[in-house]
């Protein structure tokens, strides 16, 4: 095979035009830039007067590998390929987490020739925001247990409080720690444990809030826990809103880059899809509809997860609805699905292709559920055949469903012009969005219609704990919340070993986490962590920093 250039190469070689000069490609004003650097800017959003509605095309997936399977690159490619048609487009992307970076899955800038840039500070410390909604996150946790140290005047139960402390790093070994040993000086005693940052509720409410003032009032009904009375104890009956508001108020701003194609980007917000809803900010998705005709986006993982939650969370707070959506899918997944091995899913083997395609056909039908055409992407990869290319187009054409061979890793835009053309026709036409179940359904019909409608299965099931906490959440009358399915993203069951296509399967619904912030009810599902452990050979063992200065090893 040719040698390829790496991710890291191909990033470190392109020449970025001046971050000033995207933006004002964008139309962005110029009182509206702060420059953090050449290559890397904050948007203050109130200076931007634009009423515009540009189009918002949304990227999803097929269920994917553990490597994933070309959102954020398809996402960067299709962009380039619209620029290259003369469109007025923009990006909006989730913000990598330190995580997957140092862990498993790496970056989420892109790849090949289809990047977001600077992708080394972008995978790393970006602007800052990661760090901001950690330190605010814990903030709120040090100030809780100094609450109950200081007196305990809101009489807060220490064995009910769900608020947990967060660090974006992969670390098993904090997800259950006891914390205030050491006798009276150092506080209560408890039980507590980390989630990683991106699971945080002040995550989600940084990326669904629609303004400071709205964020501090999402912040402020944050539940953090419950009285010995069984009664919610709530942010706001601690004082501290404003202070959390403070931590974020910087970071709430959305960061302005480029793609390797001179594309405008956004990025913001960076929740993951299998435990929190996986969509970047609506600040960033609804200011690059202010500024472009068309904003491509994605939503992590498969379409049973963060589309689910783009279409049933996000468009439902902030009005952004789909007016196409691209579902990428690759041979690999598809072979993976059809019951190859990773190890061996780059032989040839058209024959799985053809039994993996069943998962195709699942997301597709889960996309249509909510009213909106998909155009899936191909995307392909240098040890793709012919033979195995042509099954998913043959299916495709059989099945009435608009497809292109996208080759945008390997091209950049150039790669994406089909797919361009082809979301172009999508866009052209009225589409029928709507949600998958209305706020009034009981908890048990919102989960079962996702259940149904999109995972493909039969029903739920809920274990005494996660009943009671149900039990609690309708006494309290936060019944009426969508719900965020905590869900693995390897199959659309809750059991990750199970791919393809598994149908009359239920799914068992372990806790429920009331997140008033955010305005929805995480519901986790079988073993899912919101603290993943690092892998046998971590991402980080391959970094390093040369003698001159340069990363090495960031994929
Ligand atoms: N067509 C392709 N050929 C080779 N590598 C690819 C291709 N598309 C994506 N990749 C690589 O696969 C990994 C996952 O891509 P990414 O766009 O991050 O997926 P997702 O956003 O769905 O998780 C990245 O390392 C990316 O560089
Ligand atoms: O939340 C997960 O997102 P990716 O699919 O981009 O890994």
């Not at 140092?102 to 090949?112: I, L, R």
């Not at 019951?339 to 597709?364: D, M, P, Y």
């Not at 172009?424 to 009981?442: G, I």
């Not at 739920?460 to 969508?482: C, E, N, Y």
Request: net charge neutral; glycine share 10%.
């Amino acid at each position: 095979l040719t040698k390829y250039l790496s991710d890291l190469e191909i990033a470190t070689n392109a020449k970025m035009q001046p971050i000033m000069d995207i933006a004002k490609k964008a139309g962005i004003p110029e009182e509206a830039i702060e420059q953090y650097g050449r290559y890397k800017a904050k948007i203050d959003v109130n200076q931007i007067a634009s009423t515009k509605k540009g189009k918002v095309v949304l990227v999803t997936a097929t269920s994917p590998t553990p490597a994933g399977e070309g959102k954020s690159t398809v996402t960067v490619g299709l962009a380039d390929a619209f620029q290259q048609l003369k469109h007025n487009v923009m990006v909006a992307l989730r913000e990598p987490s330190l995580g997957p970076v140092m862990g498993v899955k790496g970056g989420a800038t892109g790849g090949g020739y289809a990047q977001v840039v600077p992708m080394e500070d972008i995978n790393l410390h970006f602007t800052g925001d990661l760090h901001a909604i950690t330190s605010a996150n814990n903030a709120l946790a040090a100030l809780i247990d100094n609450h109950i140290h200081q007196g305990n005047e809101l009489n807060i139960d220490p064995r009910r409080i769900i608020w947990k402390r967060v660090l974006d790093i992969n670390d098993r070994a904090l997800r259950k720690v006891t914390i205030g040993l050491g006798g009276p000086l150092q506080g209560v005693p408890r039980e507590d444990g980390f989630d990683i940052t991106v699971a945080s509720e002040i995550m989600a409410v940084f990326c669904l809030a629609t303004s400071v003032d709205d964020l501090k009032q999402r912040l402020a009904n944050i539940v953090i826990g419950y009285t010995y009375d069984r009664e919610p104890v709530f942010v706001r009956q601690l004082g501290v809103e404003g202070a959390l508001t403070l931590l974020l108020k910087e970071a709430f701003k959305p960061n302005l880059v480029q793609t390797l194609g001179g594309t405008p980007a956004l990025i913001h917000g960076g929740p993951f899809a299998n435990i929190a809803h996986g969509c970047n900010s609506v600040i960033a998705t609804g200011t690059a509809r202010k500024l472009a005709d068309i904003v491509v986006t994605e939503a992590g993982f498969g379409a049973d997860l963060g589309a689910e939650k783009f279409m049933n969370i996000k468009a439902r707070q902030s009005g952004i609805s789909p007016d196409a959506v691209v579902v990428v899918t690759t041979i690999r997944a598809l072979k993976m699905h059809g019951g190859v091995s990773k190890s061996e899913l780059t032989i040839e083997n058209a024959a799985a292709v053809t039994t993996g395609i069943a998962n195709l056909a699942r997301h597709i039908e889960s996309v249509r559920a909510f009213g909106v055409e998909p155009v899936i992407a191909l995307n392909r990869f240098v040890a793709d055949t012919e033979a195995e290319l042509a099954v998913v187009l043959t299916w495709a054409k059989e099945n009435d469903v608009r497809i292109a061979l996208t080759n945008v890793w390997e091209q950049g835009g150039k790669g994406g012009i089909e797919l361009a053309e082809k979301v172009l026709e999508v866009l052209a036409k009225e589409q029928n969005f709507h949600h998958l179940y209305e706020l009034s359904e009981t908890v048990e019909q919102k989960i079962t219609k996702i259940v149904q409608k999109v995972y493909g299965g039969a029903g739920i099931h809920f274990t005494d704990s996660a009943q009671k906490q149900l039990m609690q959440i309708k006494k309290l009358g936060w019944d009426g919340l969508p719900v965020c399915m905590a869900k693995t993203q390897y199959s659309l069951t809750d059991q990750p070993s199970l791919l393809g296509r598994p149908e009359n399967f239920t799914i068992t619904i372990r806790e429920i986490v009331p997140k008033l912030g955010a305005g929805f009810l995480v519901c986790l599902t079988g073993d899912i962590m919101t603290m993943p452990g690092l892998p046998k050979q971590p991402a980080a063992l391959k970094m390093d920093v040369t003698a001159d200065g340069r990363a090495e090893g960031l994929f």
